[in-house]
């Protein structure tokens, strides 16, 4: 089992930044990949930004690309998702999610940490 806990959620304006933290326990060493989402109000999640455990190669969706930078530190059991030039669009409940294998689904989820930018 895995448990996973983010913070850094907040209200920010247009242009601002916000940096989330996802910080994972229990059984870490089983982790491969944890990944960023969102669920903006009356949409679908989408896929946000992901991260490798032990190579740290990233991948990003192309609304985040040049915005959003995803890092972890493995020490910490944490994976940091750094976001600027903030739009409204962004506003969305924000989750991490942890899998074991290079793809297929997210086996485990966090409860979500809230961003609001404001125009």
């Known amino acids: 089992q895995v448990q996973l806990v983010e913070s850094g959620g907040g209200l920010v304006q247009a242009g601002g930044s916000l940096t989330l933290s996802c910080t994972a326990s229990?059984?870490?060493?089983?982790?491969?990949?944890i990944g960023w989402s969102r669920r903006a109000p009356g949409k679908e999640r989408e896929f946000v930004a992901s991260?490798?455990?032990?190579?740290?190669?990233?991948n990003y969706a192309d609304s985040v690309k040049g915005r959003f930078t995803i890092s972890r530190d493995n020490a910490k059991n944490t994976v940091y998702l750094q976001m600027n030039s903030l739009t409204p669009e962004d506003t969305a409940l924000y989750f991490c999610?942890?899998?074991?294998?290079?793809?297929?689904?997210?086996?485990?989820w966090g409860q979500g940490t809230q961003v609001t930018v404001s125009s």
């Open positions: 229990g059984r870490t060493i089983s982790i491969h990949t």
């Open positions: 991260i490798t455990r032990t190579s740290g190669s990233p």
């Open positions: 999610a942890s899998r074991s294998l290079p793809r297929g689904i997210w086996e485990y």
